[in-house]
Each structure stands twice: as structure tokens, then as C-alpha cells.
């Protein structure tokens, strides 16, 4: 162990055990996810190459190889509990992702959901036994967000009672669904239906896309990989050209909408109950992003420990890097972002089990809120964990940019969040359509409850007048009340801002879009709100007064640079004067100084194995240079002593000259 | 061509023509670009395969390839001018390194600045025949910044008038030198000098590290690949450990210091005039900067400008994504800022120019300021590009994550801009300490000339006394002083945190650094002024009267949107007050849509060749989608109808289940 990083864990102030406890859920979770991380940890088969070392067509390899593994071990161990299937994955996967995820996200999950009786008894079990390795195929080259724009074709023919399905124009080609490439063998493909010469809208159709025998791609089928992306290496995204391909009737799926074999359509009922998958999804990917972040803060904050460099005071031994300011102002409010997006998923979690229940008992009142807020959160959340990484990435030095610092690929693997299931501007949108709406309610008179209740107290309306400025910069539920306040002030900045666009005689629609800048901005504040709030609500449930303490400091610091970064908003708006906000920057950087003893403690918290990390720079024990140079040797590269490029071309160099 | 770009291109208010010159710096300048890269494009030997499809060992293998025939073909073409091989240089990489880069820019330069006559004409011939091929190895494993902490040794020995060369720890492994591992033949280590029992210092020796015929490692000399990066994939940046390496006393460079035979130290004269080549190095850097900022901007617009989604109006046909005013706002300020970049490089090259003229003569009185300022300017420009470059990636939704948009390229082989040649926040604090000294002689009376003369008026003394709130937001001239008065404040309460930590005892250096944050905002302050009157002070050079309305209603937008992300800073100095602050986002959203229609002709300006950028998404003809999928088919993994893994994996799956 390194003398560093063994002197840090000394000085913290608190037990992290206890902490690491809060974060599963309580000890027995704890034990539990460390049982199963050991059985990988030590289970010799599923050993696995550096995927830093290997081309793009090796870690495809590797990638259905894990994917294969990963299926048989659940069954061996008998792990099925969805919790524990989610710590084995990730630990067999490390920074990567699983080559057939989609088989298991999208897939199975739609067939569940939307086969008809017979359906689910024919497709289930061929889906189940891996005989058809199956993905979700919505995207095409040239759309993504708009539905109705979709091209792909569906077209009923009752002569031969089958669907006939096309890709009329190159970019109505399927395009990016993974594990589409090479891997299924069949894709649940979603296409305009046509039928009696009448058009239907989006459908899902299951479409056999290679032979289940020889893997060979169908008649009718051009499928393939979409070629290299930044991350992603072990995954075939794939393209998906339909040339007449037809298709029984009862590849359709049947359980909501259906045609009848003479081509008759009938319509599903209402489809309210997809809201509900979207806000778990959604859920799932902010919780990628504070799996991500912490991750990377582990990696910077350890690192950081055992790295000297420079001098603070001349004459002195180098310095830890964790010792400057500067390092510290970069590192801890990334930290505490790590702690907060890791209670805000939690409690979306939380909150998406409640508010099921109730849909079960058909109470849809609180899922518009959830959708709306989810919609935002995800954004909120993907974007600042994106730029957080980076940042963690280039703390590191000239080290970070090296793949042995696994920061590249938490990156590369991490930034797509911003994009899929959502792209972040479109989802940042949707959050402002609810608040706007929201707004013009309470504007009307109604009384709104929920996290939006905000937007019903008679001080919102007075955005320019000064406010009474009595905030306690260190009392947490006055921090969050100032949120709330931003909040409010710029819901309203940008219902005000819709509503001069219409009075200067635009539409509706342009009015939003010309507004749409002051919407995306209030959403995020709105966000930010709630953030602060659920960090803020979290400290409640902490009994332990060392770990209360430590996460006061943490939340309070995530408030304080929060409005430190946006103190313009403040200050318009009147929640805060000059002095004050003068005031949150000197408080600030007295916070990091305060969190200094505790940052390595905070980080071990996470309890990330290394196998996890799989971080030269992130390692538990600190050994960081002889494990730099253990690895470095390992590069392809170095597999001869002479490249070969010497004699082809350095050689021929010398002469010609 | 694609329709929508060329409605664009119809649809610009300036000659497009005109403006490429005054970026090139004339009409000449310009024909003279474009003849170099069109022998480079229309030269068979010059075409290369993407390196997107590549192998990191096949990628390395492409950029020896390349780095020979550059010497080759430069010679054939007698191609001799530094500016002209800098065009060649950068249309042969695309957006990728010169595997030999360092062996120009590195190991030559210190061999014509260094060695003394007898060395000159032992090796200089060495090093331009490529007999030796170098690189230049200071950064250790375990020492970057700081010189005095390096560990690698040199010790003279009297007795065979050698230096014993050692590598004592694994931390003091030369680490990171591109060209070091697979490449070169020689280096340039820098080690600390011993001779006669007392220690002197870094120090430059050149090693021979392979045998020049074999290219066999020599003796004692451990060298390799550090392994994958993040980007750099075609440069073998490589580590270098020393194990009792004998060289000839005469391996020391002694232009300046000597060792005799006798081991006496003769020291060197002062050795100010390095400053000189970091200020040089540096302006490169920030034309780096601006150049691929520019090429993002390029790709990002014109793919903006084609591709269709989603819908403003209901039943209205999908818009190009151009016309969403949060995609105006993601991308015009970014554009406004390469061409802000571009202008500052201009300034920067020109003034180092100037000033080089005036050191020959003996007049140094300008280059702590212009070394101070190309620091913060460095960082400054490199951070923001850094980041502006994930936000063109991410602008263009899915497609930005393929390779084939070249943006994971482009960013990944800039952003080492932010940890070389001066790690950023080091940069920012070097400015820093500038500007303090700078402040306390304005304090202490003396009158500052140049750019940190602001800090003398005397206004500046008053933080937070209310200023007159003259400012018209429309006037640039305006604009720049309001951006001088803040870095002047910015600057004020950074020397006063110092002040208030020494207060409280504090050493000098634990004051500084109890400052650091408060310190490196005033260099971004600092920079951010000069930029904006960099930008400002062009616009008077330019005398087309439609162009001068475009490049003014950008540097508007540069100006004000500096303001809109920062506006606590302006508040809270009372620089612009509430109304004013919420005038200037409104302006923000009118100028986005004021640039609208020449934002294709903007980015056209640059003239950035298709082979320059590499990018299905920014073609100049705008035929995206066709294109895509020709390259698609052309991913390795398509090589084969069935990969391998579905009878490794995937068909033994079944069978076991």
C-alpha cells in the first residue's frame, strides 16, 4: 500500500463502511454485492484481455464472448434477482458494455409486453434459449427524435396474408440499433403500417433477419455494422436495409393494435402506460451517470493522493497534487455532484416503485410530474457528468489521457447518455413544456402540488423587485429555498419571453422555438432545484453524526458553487447581493479545505473494486508508477523490439536521401 | 449537391472569397494554399486508407508511411517555406499527428540552438539525412512541470570522459516523448548533472537509444510504447529507462554550459532567450485551437444545415436542424469564437514576430508581458475549444459518434493541447502572477504600459462602489471596456484574497495558493478581454462593408454571450446592471438568428478541403447519407458475412441452454 494514500485513510473523520452502507441500501446489501463481486472476481473463466490492447474486430469478440459467459453464470450461480444481476453485470463488464444488452433491455421486454398470446407462447422461449438473439430496431439514418418521420414501410398484403416491409430511400435505413450488425438473428423492427390502402402509423413487426442455423444474413436483408464510434468498440451497431422482405401477419405484434388477416385494422386502446417505461429508463441512465462520475472521481481523487508534483512552499518536498487549490476546486465539487446524482437516482428509483404501485391501482395523477421531471433529470444529469469526467480526466495530468487511466473509456462509453433514449436538448424541452403549462396554471388559479408548488407562491410574480435578501449562505434548507426562487424566477422569464413572441404576431410554435433558449435555461434551474433539494432531504435520513457532517459539507458545497457558477441568476433576480454572493466564493473555497481530509475516505465510499475501475492511476492501493510500467509493456507495440514500418519505410528513407 | 447547402450557400449576404483571404492574409496567400493542397490531393502516393479502420499497430505503421513521404515528397515539390510546409503538412494528416512530429519540432531545433560548432557538424547532418532520428525526452513518469523535481541522472566520469546516464526509480522513467518508443534512434535526455561531487541541474545529453543500423536497442537501454491513448493512436509516445548508459563527454550540448574533460562545470550565460520559443510554441498551439474549432464548426453547421427533424410547425415538413434556436446557440457562439481564436493567433504570431525583431536588437522590454499573456491565452483558448468541440460533436445527434464524423477524431487528438507544453491551470497562474505584479507596481505608482495598463486607471480601486451604467450593449468598443473593468476587479479581488491571507499569517506561498481559484478566474477574465479587443481591433482592418457587418454581428456574439455566461461577475462589479443583463440575452437571441442565413458561408470561409476534414457529416456537397453508409460498409467487422464469435459464442450458447 502506498504511504499516501494509507496516511489519507487514517485522517478521515468518519467510518466508511457505514457510508459505503448507505449507499447500497443498508448492510445487508452491501455483503450481498460484494458476495457476488467476488464470485467474479475469482471465477476463472471469466478472465478477461485489457480491451485497451485489443482491435475493434477482438473486443467485438470479446464482447459476445462476455455476453455468452455472462448468461451461463447467472444460471450457474442462480442469480436472478434483477439488483443482483445488475452488480454481476457490471463487474464482469467493467467500463464496457454488454455486446447483446439490447437482446435484454429492448427485446425480451417488448415481446413481453406487446405479444399477443400465441405470440408470447412461440417467440418467448425461442427468445429466452438464445435461438433468437433478437434487438429493437426504431432509429433510421435519418431520424431519430421524430417518430412520425420514420420511413420504413410496412404494407399489408391479404393475398398471401404477410406483411411486406421496405426501406424506400437510404435514409430510412435502419440505423445504430446495437447488437444489430452481426449479432441477431432477428430484429423487432418498427415500420409504417399500410393496410387497405390506409395508413396506421409506427408499428412493431418482428423481422427474421439472418437464418437461425448458419447466421447468414435473408433474403431481402442488407444488414451490417455501422463501422468504428467513439467507445462502443464491443458493440455492432448495426444498419438494416429491407428490400421486400416479407413477413407472416402474426410477426406483427398483436397484443394492442392488430390487423385482421383481410387486412382490417383495429386500433390499440390509449398508450398511456409506455410513460411509465421511459420514466424507469431514464431513472437507469442517471444512474449511469453517477455510477460514471463516481468512478472518474475515484480515479482523479486517488490519484491525486499519491501524485506530487511541484512546490507550494520552496525548499519543501513535492506537494501532493491534492493539495492545491486549484486541483481541490476541480475535484471536490465533482465529488459532491457524485453524491448528489447518486441520492437523485435513488430517489427516482423510489419514486418510479411508488407511483407504479399507484398506476397498478390506476392512479395516474403523479405521472405526468415524474415524466416531465425525468425528462429534465436525465438531461441535467448526463450533461454535467459528461463535462465532469473530462474534467476528472485532464486533473490527471499528462496520465489521464492514457487508456491505463480508464478515463477515456468511462468517457467514450459514458457520453452517449447525452444522446440516446432521449436526446438531452429534446428532453430539457419536454421538462419546460410541463413547467410552462404548469406556470399558465397557476397563473389561472389553480393551486399545483407537487415538486412544481413552487410556481403557485404570490412572490414569484415580482421578478425584478428586490427580495428580501435574509439567506443563511450555510443553512442548506435556506440554499434551497434560493433555488427554488431562481427556479421560479426563470420559469416565468421564459413564459414571459413566449409570450412577447406572441404578442409580435408569431405562432404558437415559433413563439417556443424563439423562446426556446430561456426554456432549456429553466429547466435546468428547475433541475438544479431539485437536486439541491433531494441532497438537502437525503441528510435526514443520516443518523450517523460523522457521516451527517461530512455530507452537510458535501451539499452544502454542491449548493454554494452551484450558485458561485450561475451567480448572474442570483443576483437578477434579488436573492442574493453582492456581499453575499462575494461571500459564497470565499465560503467555497473554505469548504474545500474542510473536505481536504476526507476527499480519499469519500471516494472509497463508492467501494469500487479495481477490477471495476480498471484503473492504473484508480487503484485502491495507490502502487500507481511500477503498475504504469507493468502495463505500458503489455502494448501491442511492444511485441517486437523493431516495428516493422523500420524496414519498410524508415530504412528506404535514409536511401533515397 | 445537396439542395439545403446550396440554398445556403445562395442565401449569404458576403462574398465568401473575400473573406477566405482575409483569414489567409490575402488573396496570394490564398492561391498559394490551395495549389500546395492540390498537389497533395491529386498525388497517388499521398492517398492513405482511413485510419478509422485501422489497427493501433497498422495505424502507427500509416503515420511512419506518411512522416517519409512528407520528407520525400516536400523535396520533390521543393517545398521550403515554413507557412507552406505547414499547409502541406496539415492537408497530408488530416486530423491526425505526424508520427515523426517531434524529430522537427524537438530534436532538430535543440541540436541548431545548442550544440556548439564541433557538435553542429558531427550531427545536424545525422539528424536531416535521418541517419538519427530523434526526440526530445524531458517528461518523466513521475515529473512533468516541475524541472528541478526530474530524476533522471548524468555523471560525469573523468576517468573514460564519459557521462553515466541513469534511470534511478521507475517515477524517473522518461515517459510520454512522442516518437521515443517504436521511432527514433536517438534522444535528447534531460538529466541532472554531477560532476566532481556537485550537482548542476538539467541538463541536455544526446543518447543513442537503437543501433542506427539495426535499429536494435543498445545496451542498457530499456525503451518501448507507453501504450493506447486517447487519440495519438499513429504516435508512439514512448518510456525510456537508462541503466548505467555511457555516452561521450561530447554528448552534452555546450553551446551554453560545458563539462571539460577534467569534469570542471563551466556555467552557462543567462538563459532568458528560451522564453522566446514558449512564447512561439504557444501561438502555434493557440492556431491549433482556432483551427479545430473551425474544422468542428464546419462540420457541425453544414451537417446542421441538411439534416431534417422533428417539427416547428405542426404539418409543416421537418425543419433542418439549423433553424432550432437551441441549436443556433450551441453552435453560434462557437463560431463566433473560431473566428475570435483564428484573429488572436494572427495577433499572437504578428506580435511574436514584432517583438522577435526587437530581442535581436536587444530590447527584451516586451516579452514578460507577451510570455505572461501567451501562458493565459494558451490555456484560455485551449480549454474553450476543448469543450466547444464536444458540443459540435454532440450538436450533430447520433452521427456525431461516428467516426465517420471525424469530431471523436478532431477532439481527441486536440485536447492533449490542455496538459502540453504547459499544463493549463499552470498557464493560468503564470499569467496570474503577472497580472499581481503587475497590480501591486500600478498600486506602488508605477505607471504600466501595454496590455495590463487598465490596471492603473483609477477606477479600478472601487469593487463595489456602483458604476455608471453608460454601456450600450450594441457598441463593441463598449463592450471591451466593460470586459477590461471586470478582469481589472477580477484581478483586484485576487491580489486582496492574498492580502487577507497573509493577514491571518499565512506564508507568501500558502496565501498564494489559498488564492488559486480567485487567481486563475482573473487570468480567464484577463483573456477574455484581450480577446474581445483582439476581435474588435480587427474589425477595423477590414474594408468589404458586408463582411465587416457579419464579422461585427459576430463579435457581438462573442462579446455578449461572454457576458450572458458570466453575468455575476458584471453585476456584482456593477459593470451592467439587472435590465441590462437580462437586454443582453435577448440580444443573444436575435443575433442567432440575424447570422442564420450565412452561417454555411461562415464555415465555408475557413476553406477547409474535404480531405482536410475527413467528415461524412461536413462535405462540402452535403451528400450525408449516401455517404455514410459507403463508408459503413467498409468497417472491418463488415469484412465477413458472419463474424467468428457466432461459432465461438453464440452457437455453443444454444446448445448448452
Chains 1, 2 share one sequence.
Request: net charge neutral; hydrophobic share 35%; charged share 20%.
Amino acid at each position: 500500500m502506498n504511504p499516501d494514500i494509507m496516511r489519507e485513510r487514517r485522517n478521515a473523520t468518519f467510518d466508511v463502511e457505514k457510508l459505503t452502507h448507505i449507499l447500497d441500501g443498508g448492510p445487508e446489501k452491501t455483503k450481498r454485492r460484494r458476495k457476488i463481486e467476488s464470485m467474479v472476481l475469482s471465477d476463472p473463466d471469466l478472465k478477461e484481455e485489457d480491451p485497451s490492447f485489443l482491435s475493434r474486430s477482438e473486443n467485438y469478440d470479446q464482447g459476445v464472448k462476455k455476453s455468452a459467459q455472462i448468461i451461463l453464470k447467472l444460471r450457474e450461480y442462480g442469480i436472478a434477482d434483477p439488483e443482483e444481476i445488475y452488480y454481476f453485470k457490471n463487474i464482469v463488464k467493467g467500463n464496457r458494455h454488454e455486446s447483446m444488452r439490447l437482446h435484454f433491455t429492448m427485446f425480451l421486454p417488448t415481446l413481453y409486453g406487446q405479444c399477443d398470446p400465441q405470440q408470447s407462447r412461440k417467440w418467448i422461449p425461442l427468445a429466452e434459449s438464445f435461438q433468437a438473439v433478437g434487438t429493437y430496431a426504431q432509429t433510421e439514418m435519418g431520424h431519430g427524435t421524430h417518430l412520425r418521420g420514420m420511413e420504413t414501410t410496412a404494407t399489408y398484403d391479404p393475398a398471401t396474408q404477410e406483411f411486406v416491409l421496405n426501406s424506400p430511400t437510404v435514409s430510412s435505413m435502419k440505423w445504430w440499433p446495437g447488437g444489430l450488425g452481426k449479432t441477431s438473428n432477428h430484429a423487432i423492427v418498427l415500420a409504417q403500417l399500410y393496410t387497405q390502402g390506409n395508413f396506421h402509423g409506427l408499428h412493431a413487426f418482428i423481422v427474421p433477419i439472418r437464418d437461425m442455423d448458419t447466421h447468414v444474413p435473408l433474403p431481402g436483408i442488407v444488414v451490417g455494422d455501422i463501422g468504428p464510434k467513439f467507445g462502443f468498440s464491443e458493440v455492432d451497431n448495426g444498419f438494416l436495409k429491407l428490400e421486400n422482405v416479407r413477413i407472416p401477419r402474426d410477426n406483427m405484434l398483436m397484443k394492442y393494435a392488430k390487423v385482421e388477416p383481410d387486412g382490417t385494422y383495429l386500433k390499440p386502446p390509449s398508450a398511456k402506460l409506455t410513460y411509465g417505461t421511459m420514466v424507469f429508463v431514464r431513472s437507469v441512465i442517471v444512474g449511469e451517470a453517477a455510477f460514471a462520475l463516481s468512478k472518474s472521481c475515484t480515479i482523479a481523487i486517488r490519484y491525486s493522493s499519491v501524485r506530487h508534483q511541484s512546490e507550494i512552499r520552496p525548499g519543501d518536498p513535492e506537494p501532493q497534487i491534492l493539495d492545491y487549490q486549484t486541483q481541490q476546486y476541480k475535484l471536490f465539487p465533482l465529488l459532491a455532484m457524485a453524491y448528489a446524482f447518486t441520492f437523485v437516482s435513488q430517489y427516482m428509483r423510489q419514486t418510479y416503485r411508488r407511483i407504479s404501485g399507484d398506476i397498478n391501482q390506476g392512479d395516474f395523477s403523479e405521472l405526468p410530474e415524474l415524466h416531465a421531471l425525468s425528462a429534465g433529470l436525465k438531461a441535467f444529469t448526463t450533461w454535467a457528468t459528461n463535462s465532469a469526467i473530462e474534467v476528472c480526466r485532464m486533473s490527471c495530468g499528462g496520465h489521464g489521457y492514457s487508456c491505463s487511466s480508464a478515463l477515456p473509456d468511462i468517457y467514450v462509453n459514458f457520453t452517449p447518455t447525452c444522446t440516446y433514449e432521449g436526446e438531452n436538448t429534446v428532453m430539457m424541452l419536454q421538462t419546460a413544456r410541463f413547467l410552462v403549462k404548469s406556470y399558465r396554471q397557476a397563473k389561472a388559479g389553480q393551486q399545483l402540488s407537487g415538486i412544481v408548488s413552487y410556481l403557485n407562491e404570490p412572490k414569484h410574480g415580482q421578478l425584478l423587485a428586490a427580495r428580501p435578501t435574509v439567506v443563511d449562505i450555510n443553512d442548506l434548507a435556506s440554499l434551497v429555498e434560493v433555488y427554488k426562487l431562481r427556479a421560479a424566477t426563470l420559469v416565468e422569464l421564459a413564459a414571459k419571453s413566449i409570450q412577447q413572441e406572441l404578442q409580435l404576431r408569431k405562432s404558437q410554435e415559433d413563439a417556443w422555438n424563439n423562446s426556446a433558449v430561456d426554456l432549456v435555461r429553466a429547466t435546468d434551474a428547475h433541475c438544479h432545484y431539485v437536486v439541491v433539494k433531494i441532497f438537502t432531504d437525503k441528510l435526514g435520513e443520516v443518523g450517523d453524526t460523522s457521516i451527517h457532517s461530512v455530507m452537510s459539507t458535501l451539499a452544502l458545497l454542491y449548493a454554494l458553487n452551484g450558485i458561485k457558477n450561475n451567480s448572474g441568476d442570483f443576483l437578477q433576480a434579488g436573492l442574493l447581493n453582492v456581499p453575499q454572493v462575494l461571500q459564497v466564493s470565499v465560503r467555497v473555497k473554505e469548504l474545500l479545505s474542510q473536505l481536504r481530509p476526507n476527499a480519499v475516505a469519500l471516494v472509497d465510499a463508492f467501494d469500487h473494486r479495481d477490477k471495476t475501475l480498471n484503473s492504473v492511476l484508480g487503484r485502491y492501493d495507490g502502487n500507481v508508477y511500477e503498475n504504469l510500467f507493468a502495463w505500458a509493456r503489455r502494448s501491442p507495440l511492444n511485441s517486437t523490439e523493431v516495428h516493422e514500418s523500420f524496414h519498410k519505410y524508415l530504412k528506404p528513407l535514409q536511401a533515397k536521401l
